[in-house]
């Protein structure tokens, strides 16, 4: 186990360097950070400004190889950039020049307070339905669920969110249309809504895969042999088609992962909650581009992660998988 | 004697893109308790289609059964509602399959596939491990309180035929039906499964029903034959007398296909389909 | 070569290309077995057709939008355009079929009357609902041109070469397969800047990963299967076995791929323009039409008409093509359906 554990690991370290030379290139390649300072500091900036700017935050070292006398040959963007960002020095914004690791640390509850429910409720909900659509299977009532998950993932999800907040929250009065308080229980009716919108937008597309997974194994020589046992119904959804089936989805749930990031971003500047989400919609909004590229670092840290939880998680599940 | 089971004039058709396709064109045969009857054919001759009907595991559609009954001990399994049929499934009528690897469920140890078997059917049963054990062990597998807990991946081919045949026999049946149940495997395992099924004959008491496309196998072992050619049976007796003295000439080409050893022969003996329809009609 | 993109002709022409390629595609394609039965099936499937019906009325709303002609007046005016010169612009917000504008204050009599009422700088909604079908099929069409002979090359290479070559394109893909698309869309785009080339750019570069891993997987699938083996050992060349034998068996998922493809696309371009790294200011967008709705929908009385109409249009084409993307994989693999 310990072994497998550290090659998984082993293995997300060449990805993780290749996401440091990607937003080494976006920063200081394809856009140079003197146009950069230009577009944060506006037009009218004295080149004295832009000068101090760049000096502040070192992107006016040399790009790979610092030949200057007396100095280090590595003082330059590129080793700067891969030594910041390896021992998680994720540097400050550039507009309010705060220190990123502070900022994305203040988010980071907020954010996992809608998006983990949201994670675990989104995923079970379209777990139940498409069992329960592959229990119904060649009735109407399947065929309306299909079509109904197809017409939920052909609406942009910024939709269902002014849905939620205009009606749900204003017209029914049912929740509190915006804000964030975290004092106890009365955290938890600010966060509902939110929280089912995020499940609600991915749910159509999830349902629509789960549901194709249960039919694959349904159709299986396996399923036959447990009817053929005698076997009842509900027994053979829950236990034979959901284990084998809930193997093929966990190699699936990671995928959710970019889904919870986009809906956070979505989300919380709708209702005012200051996490993670609302810092990069802000950052977007200024052009803060140095709050965006360690938001790509860090998302793809977490999806690695959430990789590598996966490939666990899966290696425990599945019998045939040997962990040596 | 009762019957056990009385098929009479079943016909069983697929709903397909191109319309409805006759599997079964009106069968009728009957088996005694303890009898061992052999269906040959080749594929697509209906001789499946007509084993899984007999607990209606067709999955509906595309299957429809058009006319006919299947008697089981005089009830008709065609008017059972769900629930009665699956009293009888596994019950009263078990199955074996072709391919042992796919039909065991990957993701549960043999122990617990055989488990479910008798908790569902024999209530009374209270040591269900030592139930397992009593029945991996009639089939002959070595050391069957250790290869309970494997996963059936860890099971050779040959093993996991025959912790499929334990769990049909877990539940004591009336009737097992063995479909195909050594095409997937290899030559001398396909000998070891047939001489298992011939001495679990005289060990326990049950009538089997032998579905395959080879002959060459069922002698010694079944007691009457019925042959399979598109749907309908073409030909049905003893099975020594079919053997010796065929009188349709599709059992003639099919006998003629088994190889025999020591003879010589040119090539194999092949069947011309569109001589043989053009005759049968 | 962002300002390239950006030119109005280049797209078209590009557009027109790429209608040209599908059409080569579907072309070629209808000399295989395979794709005359699927078509036989899918002629037969309802919902198929309907929506296929759809899709075209689009293409045909977005082509008028899309192609220019010289007008008196100005340099040039889209076929669209023309054809509704007649509807007047009015000064600001109106309700479907009022007669004036919808101010409490100072309300002003419209010049004429607008089926689906005017937004705020007083252009026609229906007219702008329709003229964003040419972005939504421009963002569509520029970046499947981007990405579907990128990833399916690359898949093919990866697929049948192994080795060395797979290993390189695979951690490519993983790599930028581990980025949340969103983050790395949102950060190209500060980078290069808004516009309708510069989202195609990084909507192929997030794009190709999928496609890629498919076509990777069936191209394995098949090289292991004995007719490759016979081919090769009958001395056909590499390139021929890779054009003649493993691309037309994969060319079926590249077009299913395409069509499903289209409409996550569509959905990016308005959730992009929705953030505002999308589509430019003054480009007709529904995701800019839906961004609207956020001061819209906080107006007394609540502007409700440019959030339904781009929502709706929006719906009608992106529920069209994941219809018709499902019903072309139940014509080519009817079991799986």
Known sequence: ?324 | MKPLLEVRNLAIQFATEGGAVDAVKGISFSMEPGETLAIVGESGSGKSVTGLALTRLLPEPPAIYKSGEILLEGRDVLKLSPGELRGIRGKKIAYIFQEPSTSLNPVFTIRNQIAEAIKLHRREVTDIDAEVVKYLDLVGIVDPAKRMRDYPHQLSGGMQQRAMIAMALSCQPDLLVADEPTTALDVTIQAQIIDELKQLKQRVKMAIILITHNFGIISGIADRVAVMFRGKIVEYGETASVLKNPQHPYTRALIECIPQLGAKRERLTTIDHAALAAEVG | ?337
Not at chain 3, 126 to 141: E, H, K, S
Not at chain 3, 214 to 242: C, D, F, H, N
């Open chain 3, 1 to 337: 070569m962002a300002r390239f993109f950006d030119n109005i002709w280049v797209q078209d022409a590009i557009v027109v290309f790429g209608f040209a390629l599908v059409a080569a595609l579907i072309w070629r394609g209808s000399r295989n077995e395979r794709w005359q039965r699927a078509w036989k099936r899918l002629r037969r499937d309802k919902v198929g057709m309907i929506s296929g019906v759809v899709i075209a009325l689009y293409l045909a709303v977005g082509a008028l939008e899309a192609i220019q002609i010289p007008h008196r007046e100005w340099y040039s005016v889209s076929i669209l355009g023309w054809l509704t010169q007649s509807i007047p612009h009015e000064t600001s917000y109106s309700a479907p079929f009022a007669k004036e504008t919808l101010s409490v204050a100072k309300a002003e009599a419209l010049n004429g009357t607008h089926i689906l009422g005017t937004d705020a700088l007083g252009k026609d909604t229906f007219v702008q609902t329709l003229r964003a079908c040419r972005t939504a099929l421009i963002i569509g069409g520029l970046t499947s041109a981007i990405y579907i002979p990128l990833g399916t090359l690359l898949g093919i290479l990866a697929g049948y070469y192994r080795r060395w070559v797979d290993d390189l394109i695979q951690y490519i893909y993983s790599t930028l397969a581990s980025i949340p698309e969103i983050l790395l869309l949102i950060s190209i785009l500060m980078v290069l800047g808004k516009g309708l080339g510069t989202m195609s750019i990084a909507l192929g570069v997030t794009s190709w990963v999928g496609l890629c891993r498919l076509i990777r997987g069936e191209t394995m699938r098949q090289a292991e299967r004995p007719y490759i083996a016979a081919a090769r050992s009958l001395g056909q060349s590499q390139w021929k076995i890779v054009t003649s034998h493993l691309l037309p068996n994969v060319l079926h998922l590249v077009l299913i791929n395409f069509v499903l493809g289209f409409s996550g696309l569509v959905l990016a371009e308005a959730i992009l323009s929705y953030l505002g790294v999308g589509s430019p200011v003054g480009t007709a967008s529904w995701g800019a039409m839906i961004d609207g709705a956020r001061s819209e929908l906080s107006r007394e009385p609540l502007v409700w008409w440019n959030l339904t109409a781009a929502t709706a249009a929006l719906f009608g084409l992106v529920l069209s093509l994941n219809l018709f993307g499902d019903a072309l994989r139940r014509a080519f693999d009817p079991k799986r359906g």
């Open chain 1, 1 to 324: 186990m310990f072994s497998y554990l550290l090659r998984r690991i082993l293995y997300a370290i060449p990805i993780l360097l290749g996401v440091i030379l990607i937003t080494f290139l976006l920063s200081f390649v394809v856009q140079s950070p003197a146009t950069r300072a230009k577009v944060i500091l506006g037009k009218r900036a004295t080149p004295a400004a832009i000068a101090d700017w760049m000096h502040h935050r070192g992107y006016d070292k040399p790009r790979f190889f610092n030949t200057k006398s007396g100095e280090s040959l590595l003082d330059s963007q590129f080793f700067n950039h891969v030594k910041k960002l390896a021992t998680f020095r994720l540097g400050v914004s550039d507009v309010t020049g705060r220190d990123l690791k502070e900022v994305f640390k203040e988010g980071a509850i907020p954010s996992l307070l809608i998006t983990m429910p949201a994670f675990f409720v989104g995923i079970a909900l379209a777990v139940s339905i498409a069992l329960y659509q592959v229990f119904v299977r060649d009735t109407p009532l399947d065929t309306f669920g299909a079509l109904a998950a197809v017409a939920m993932m052909s609406l942009p999800p910024m939709v269902w969110i002014i849905f939620g907040q205009a009606v749900v929250a204003l017209s029914l009065n049912y929740f509190p249309a915006f804000g964030y308080d975290l004092h106890g229980l009365s955290t938890v009716k600010f966060l509902i809504l939110p929280i089912a919108l995020i499940a609600v937008m991915g749910l159509g597309a999830d349902v629509r895969l789960y549901r194709a997974i249960f039919l694959e194994e349904i159709a299986q020589d396996y399923i036959r042999t447990a009817q053929a046992k005698g076997v009842s119904n509900s027994r053979l959804l829950f236990v034979h088609v959901l284990k084998n089936g809930m193997i093929s989805l966990i190699t699936l749930i990671v995928a959710h992962l970019p889904l919870l990031v986009m809906g956070s971003l979505l989300v919380e500047n709708f209702f005012g909650i200051p996490g993670l989400g609302n810092t990069l919609f802000l950052a977007i909004q200024q052009g803060d581009f140095a709050t965006v590229f360690a938001s790509v670092y860090l998302g793809s840290i977490l999806y690695l992660i959430g990789l590598i939880l996966t490939d666990i998680c899966y290696a425990l599940v599945d019998p045939r998988i040997r962990l040596s």
